[in-house]
T-cell receptor, first 121, second 110 residues
Framework: GAVVSQHPSRVICKSGTSVKIECRSL??????MFWYRQFPKKSLMLMAT?????????EQGVEKDKFLINHASLTLSTLTVTSAHPEDSSFYIC?????????????????FGPGTRLLVL | AQRVTQPEKLLSVFKGAPVELKCNYS??????LFWYVQYSRQRLQLLLR??SRESIKGFTADLNKGETSFHLKKPFAQEEDSAMYYC????????????FGTGTRLTIIP
């Protein structure tokens, strides 16, 4: 089936630095990708929708200047956490709906990345 | 705004016993409902969606619009069913932006 990768899988950084997380669709094109954030023992919260060739759409309460999203190509979206602080420590997950080729298997229409664990010291 | 509620954070069931993971939603329109599963150290993956009406790994879920529920059921639990289960909702068919519940950790007792 289709695969979505994320890099890095985990990152530790100092407070005040910026961290970039990549999300790639490996064998399909994705004009849209979603970025989620998962707090410990909590649900996944949608942060933003990444759109290839246009600006990302952010959910209410998500700071767009804090979480910069760039959808550089049909297979790559990046999330940059700028001036990271300890409260930004979390598990970040991306997902990509299957658009082309369509419906590679069964009723699966969206594939999730493995997640990136960010720890800000 | 839409919301998904999974009232049980933890659920333990003996092997061979029936399983039911509860999910309720609130949305004024006609949403699409999903169940996602996350096995230990693996990524989130789709278990089933209500429009498919499929039975995956013995699991079924019926959308009850009157009760706004989408409970996940399996008649006989297996050890490999131990995982984290998330109920999710999408308000636009074809748009995969999802609202997730808080998840239920299912543990199957041998």
């Amino acid at each position: 089936g289709a695969v979505v990768s994320q890099h890095p899988s985990r990152v530790i950084c100092k407070s005040g630095t910026s961290v970039k997380i990549e999300c790639r669709s490996l064998d399909f094109q994705a004009t849209t990708m979603f970025w989620y954030r998962q707090f410990p023992k909590k649900s996944l919260m949608l942060m933003a929708t990444s759109n290839e060739g246009s600006k990302a759409t952010y959910e209410q309460g998500v700071e767009k200047d804090k979480f910069l999203i760039n959808h550089a190509s049909l297979t790559l979206s990046t999330l940059t956490v700028t001036s990271a602080h300890p409260e930004d420590s979390s598990f970040y997950i991306c997902s990509a709906p299957v658009e082309f080729p369509r419906r590679l298997s069964g009723s699966e229409t969206q594939y999730f990345g493995p997640g990136t664990r960010l720890l800000v010291l | 705004a839409q919301r998904v509620t999974q009232p049980e954070k933890l659920l333990s069931v003996f092997k061979g016993a029936p399983v039911e993971l509860k999910c309720n939603y609130s949305y004024s329109g006609s949403p699409e409902l999903f169940w996602y599963v996350q096995y230990s150290r693996q990524r989130l993956q789709l278990l089933l969606r209500h429009i498919s009406r499929e039975s995956i790994k013995g699991f079924t879920a019926d959308l009850n619009k009157g009760e706004t529920s989408f409970h996940l059921k399996k008649p006989f639990a297996q050890e490999e069913d131990s995982a984290m289960y998330y109920c999710a909702l999408s308000v636009h068919f074809g748009n995969e932006k999802l609202t997730f519940g808080t998840g239920t950790r299912l543990t199957i007792i041998p």
